[in-house]
């Protein structure tokens, strides 16, 4: 049937990422599309128009910084930054994490209509260390205070010794585009003042979208 049809074709093209589904089932371009060029971004590869921000975070931070975009119930790396520390946290790019262990993750949710991060919680909130969120009442109250402070903090919610800080990047319609991250061994993570860290990703965030000619204005605290 045509139904079948299409459901095929955009499984094909999901795989090849040339699309990307979010939670509420509906599709959109993926990050094979802004390699290509997305006119809709005037041509510019996403990656190559947030390099510069993601060195300026590394630089600040010495840890390793990453962007992603949301893909269904998962995040995706399109690049990554190395901390130059003898221990650090790596993801390879094009690597999936899921959305709700993952401090890139959880902000991109956060950034979702109420009604999009519902569709997301009708879905399975897999475990995966003692520390994943699987309860959706626990996974709502950790959403309204990403919201609240415009940045997501995870220790160890994915893998066990892993943990970073994350904040999204957002479009005229205050939808999500990306996320730009910190990833931190947690027991570095712990050391650390995250307020301060928070801050300079969130700021990064913002700057994100004001490159890009979106709503840069919304990665700030909500009053």
Sequence with gaps: TAKATAFRLARTLQGRGY???DPDATYRL????LRLGDAARGGMD???G???ILEALHAVTDETVQLTILSGREVIYLDQLLSPKPVL????IGARSPAHGVSPGLALLAALTDDQL???????????????ITDPERLRAEIALVRK?????????YRPDVGGVGAAILDHHAQPVAAISVCVPVYRLDQMEIGELGSHVRRA?????????LRGEMAEPMA
Excluded: H, W
């Design 89 to 92: 946290s790596v993801s390879k």
């Design 149 to 157: 402070r415009s940045y997501a903090v995870n220790r160890g919610g």
């Design 205 to 213: 965030a913002a700057e994100a979208s004001r490159s890009l000619g």
């Design 30 to 33: 993926g990050p094979s599309c």
């Design 50 to 52: 947030m390099r510069p």
């Design 19 to 21: 699309v990307v589904q």
């Design 118 to 132: 519902e569709a997301f919680l009708l879905g399975p909130l897999d475990r995966y260390t003692d520390d994943t």
């Design 46 to 48: 996403l990656r190559i």
